[in-house]
Structures are given as C-alpha cells and as structure tokens.
C-alpha cells in the first residue's frame, strides 16, 4: 500500500509571498493532519482535517491554512510567509482521527529568505 | 497549560546496553498517548499507542509503558540500527502534543 507523499519536497520562498504544499493521504485514510518541525521548537501540530471539514485547530497564526478535497487530499497554505517559517512541513494521514495512529509523509523543506 | 517533556534528550549507548526513555506529561483529557521513531530526513515512524494506565505494549527490542504521568520506552539490547530520535506525543481533547525528543545512539 503506497504511503503518504508530499509535494513538493523543497521549496524556496521570499518573504512576504505565499506557499501551497500538497499531502496525498493512504488510500482509505479520513483523516490529514499537518505539522511544523523545527530544531527550536520541535513538532508543532497545525490542524487536522476529516472529511472535508477543519476538525481540530493548533495555535498557529491565520496565515496558516488548508482544505481538504472529497478525494481526502490536502493541501496546507501560508501567505505572507516570515522568514520564522522556515522549516520542515509534514503531513501525517490516520483511519478516523488524532487518536490513531499516524502515518507521516517525508516532509516538505520551506526556506523562507 | 498542557505539556510534554522527553528526557534524556540524548542518549549514547553500546551495543547491547540496555535503557530508558522517559516521557512525562500534564494534559487534560488523556486520549491517547503515542512513540514515534524519527530517522534524519524522514518522518516519524509509528510505533506505538498507549490508552491507558497499566498498559504495556512490545515490538522487537522495544517496549513501551504508560502511567497516569508519564511512559517509558525501554530498549532492550539495542543494536546500531535503533539509533534515531524517538518522539512521544499526548493526544488531548482536541490536538496532538509532541516532546521534542530524545536522540539515541548506539554504537557498535
């Protein structure tokens, strides 16, 4: 069974753009959630998605953003992006939610300059 | 304020000496707790879910352990391929919270 892929795998911005990252979910897999990681400040949960809907939020500026399609897809925005952005995206998939198990994509590299 | 913390935050052990990781947390509403394993340039790795208190579960040379307050991942006998940085994350009401890990390695 294919895993979660992410694209794209690096990426580099400047600041004040925007960035759109994508995250393909395992096949049958409900839920997306997206994650921040950061030598400082560790894994940093965003939000997850469940069929479509923004389910749990974590504390992180509007700036942030997603959607989820009716094919589970995800994709996660940052606009006005601040040289702090920089770091590395992930996007786990589950069954049913934040209390299964995850499974991670390998990330997207963001460089902000 | 609901927080993780991972110690030791990193451990170098020889081949065959055996360890702990610990994970402390203060969360409200315990839902869930869960061990990641995290290879440089990867994602986490799932490893285990714990539900609740008492609960034990094992995998190879790993086993994970879950107290009201806090879990332990013990290794046993390690070999140089179980070096990575483990991750322990709480799944409260509404979000999951990671430690920042504690980076193992074991040396030949």
């Known amino acids: 069974k294919a895993g979660v892929t992410q694209t794209p795998r690096y990426l580099i911005k400047t600041r004040g753009q925007q960035v759109t990252l994508s995250c393909s979910p395992i096949?049958?897999?409900?839920?997306v959630s997206w994650y921040q990681q950061t030598p400082g400040q560790g894994l940093q949960f965003l939000f997850e998605?469940?069929?479509?809907?923004?389910?749990n939020k974590g504390n992180f500026p509007g700036r942030f953003s997603g959607r989820q399609f009716s094919n589970s897809r995800s994709e996660m925005n940052v606009s006005t992006l601040e040289l702090g952005d920089s770091a590395l995206y992930l996007c786990a998939s589950s069954l049913q939610g934040l209390h299964y198990e995850q499974y991670f994509g390998p990330g997207t590299r963001l460089t902000v300059t | 304020e609901d927080q993780v913390t991972q110690s030791p935050e990193a451990l170098r052990l020889q081949e065959g000496e055996s360890s702990s990781l610990n994970c402390s947390y203060t969360?409200?509403?315990?839902?869930?707790l869960f061990w990641y394993r995290q290879d440089p340039g990867k994602g986490p790795e799932f490893l285990f879910t714990?539900?609740?208190a008492g609960e034990e579960k094992e995998k190879e040379r790993l086993k994970a352990t879950l107290t009201k307050k806090e879990s332990f991942l013990h290794i046993t006998a390690p070999k140089p391929e179980d070096s990575a940085t483990y991750l322990c994350?709480?799944?409260?009401?509404?979000?999951?919270?990671f430690g920042t890990g504690t980076r193992l390695q074991v040396f030949p």
């Open positions: 969360v409200s509403g315990l839902r869930g």
């Open positions: 714990l539900y609740s």
């Open positions: 096949s049958g897999h409900r839920s």
């Open positions: 998605y469940f069929s479509e809907t923004q389910r």
């Open positions: 994350a709480v799944h409260n009401t509404d979000k999951l919270i």
